[in-house]
């Protein structure tokens, strides 16, 4: 039995390692490898962890409606599974609308650091209580994660905060921020799956995905994979005109519109 | 079916989007305008970036024009001169109006910009041209046998300097006139993303005192070459254009058009003004509720930068 499982185990790590060899990050902006965390203890002679992902990349095609990966993997029992998914972060402006002569118009403004493009944590027990047990700070509630974003300038604290937690909002409500916190599923008190939830409208960029193992509270392994996020085909080409051609691009979206309106119609008129 | 807007950066309904273009397209072939005005606002309503929204509408009003002025130039409606005049003032007035939304997009206003500027634009006009039908009905019911009046009435304006003959619009008018309408309607062209025709005709039937048979012909002319500014300099500057969003609004507006045609031919002209002043009017009076109520959410992210 034991030796069953050991033959799995080394399957499944020859196959995530062989996926890793065949499918290596393609995404054109620079990679995070942050690697490890300072607190997890050097390569330890078996692995204790052992994560993959359904697909190697999020590909943005003319048919993308929002994807939702599957992130499975094994563990050495016991312990518990938090997952951690973050976008690529970047400086985010949010407007805050006031009445102004019976008016709603954008009034406030306020900058804001480092924020995460996608948030999105799940554990296979409630993670409040995970969290709790202290993790040095390495796995963070998306509250924790907010609460250290950097705002630019200075404004009131109250006034923050309430922008804050308006970032926040309109995150949730594009899907960036899942709500909820995930579950992550336990089998056989050693493998472990979770759906990761992407939105049709995902900022692009290399996405780091992180799985913990805890124990008594403490991190005693983690895997951390990049997973980039961007347009493919028709789509990427278009997009990449438009930012890196954009005379030529203007130019060929003129000429497609003549074409077009100039033969429909004449063709509609025919008819 | 959805499909991916590539600069749009989200998914939507494809038939959502040709149903869009096929009703503004209807709209051009009753009225003779692009039906822009109505557009822009329901691509906004169902999501789309304002800045997207207002540049691929723009990419949209170039195949619309085209195909009208090729039956307009066929039949010899356009009057090249004033178009070219009129033109001349279009592409400074859209140039500078691109800079001008490059900035209001920078500093976050944009959106209640281009809400504001359709809600006195629309209901200026509106309100204009349903005055202008319901006195004409009321008059024509009446006396059926009154006379037309004049050609055209003498206004103020017509003592400015500069004087220039327009053969096929049968004017002697300042080149001033054409030139400054030009212009504002070249800002608007790149600020709300229309070709401006629903502002344009009526001001060159009754400021301009321009014949109704030319001045459709005429406004295509200008348009087109507007809005053709107004795409290229949207996608150098703000990289906003969505040829994909463009090109299923065009193909809708292919289809519409002559539905649309064929509907105006039906009915007269007084009562065709008069629904579309209704319209209008419905439009800018829904722009207005969305100004003044409560937003379900006061907080929205402007921009999005990648710092090193």
Known sequence: ?271 | MEIYLPIAEQSMNIFVLLALGGAAGLLAGMFGVGGGFLATPLLIFVGIPPAVAVASQANQVVANSISSLQVQWRRGNVDLRMGLILLLGGMVGSSAGVTLFTYLKRIGQIDFVIAVTYVVMLSAIGLLMMYESLSTWLKRRRNPEAPRGKLHTHYLVHRLPLKMRFYKSKLYISALLPLGLGFLIGILSAILGVGGGFVLVPAMIYLLGMPTTVVIGTSNFQILFVAANVTFLQAVTNGTVDVVLALLLIVGGVIGAPIGARLAAKLPGVVLRGLMAVLILAVAVELLTELLRTPASQYSIGFREVVP
């Open chain 1, 1 to 271: 039995m034991r030796r069953a499982a050991l033959l799995v185990m080394a399957l499944l790590w020859a196959s995530a390692a062989s996926a890793q060899r065949a499918e290596p990050p393609t995404g054109s902006l620079p990679g995070d490898p942050r690697g490890l965390p300072p607190s997890v203890p050097a390569a330890p002679a078996t692995p204790d962890l052992i994560v993959d992902l359904s697909q190697p990349r999020v590909s943005i095609t003319s048919a993308f409606q929002g994807e939702t990966l599957l992130l499975f993997g094994m563990f050495d029992p016991p312990g518990e599974i938090v997952v951690v998914v973050q976008g690529p972060a970047a400086r985010e402006t949010v407007l805050r609308k006031e009445r102004f002569l019976g008016l709603w118009l954008n009034t406030g403004r306020q900058a804001f650091d480092d924020v995460p493009a996608y948030y999105y944590i799940a554990a296979s027990q409630p993670v409040q209580r995970l969290l709790a047990r202290g993790t040095g700070g390495e796995i963070l509630s998306l509250a924790d994660r907010m609460a250290s974003v950097r705002s630019v300038g200075t404004r009131e604290d109250a006034d923050l905060i309430r922008f804050r937690v308006g970032l926040v909002e309109v995150k949730r409500r594009e899907g960036l921020y899942p709500a909820a916190i995930g579950q992550v599923s336990v089998q056989a008190n050693r493998l472990f799956r979770v759906e990761l939830p992407f939105p049709s409208r995902l900022p692009e960029g290399i996405y780091d995905v992180r799985a913990y193992l805890l124990r008594q509270g403490r991190i005693v392994a983690a895997v951390s994979r990049p997973l980039p996020v961007g347009k493919v085909g028709f789509s990427a080409q278009l997009a990449g005109w438009a930012d890196h051609e954009g005379p030529l691009y203007g130019l060929g979206a003129i000429a497609m519109a003549l074409l077009v309106g100039w033969l429909g119609g004449a063709v509609m008129r025919r008819l």
